[in-house]
């Protein structure tokens, strides 16, 4: 009994350590779509590297997308 117990225990450290893996993938996919985004968005509007306050960011990108419909 005690070794069924302890392959259950191993199979669930393993299972955890996948899914950790998986996270920490996702995780860095998604911080490298930001960083790329934030790239392009301060490569076709320069002047975002100015702006100190992200609402403000928000408020005038929107601005600019209602502009655009």
């Known amino acids: 009994m005690l070794d069924e ?3 259950l225990v191993q199979e ?5 350590q996948a899914q950790m893996r998986s ?4 995780q860095k996919a998604r911080t490298r779509r930001l960083i790329q985004e934030g790239a392009i968005l301060e490569k076709v509007f320069p002047w975002v590297k100015n702006v100190e306050d992200l609402n403000d ?3 005038r990108l929107c601005s600019i997308a209602r502009k655009a419909e």
Do not use: A, G, N, T
Request: proline share 0%; glycine share 0%; hydrophobic share 15%.
């Open 5 to 7: 117990q302890k392959k």
């Open 12 to 16: 669930q450290h393993r299972l955890e």
């Open 23 to 26: 996270r920490s993938k996702e």
């Open 57 to 59: 960011l928000e408020e």
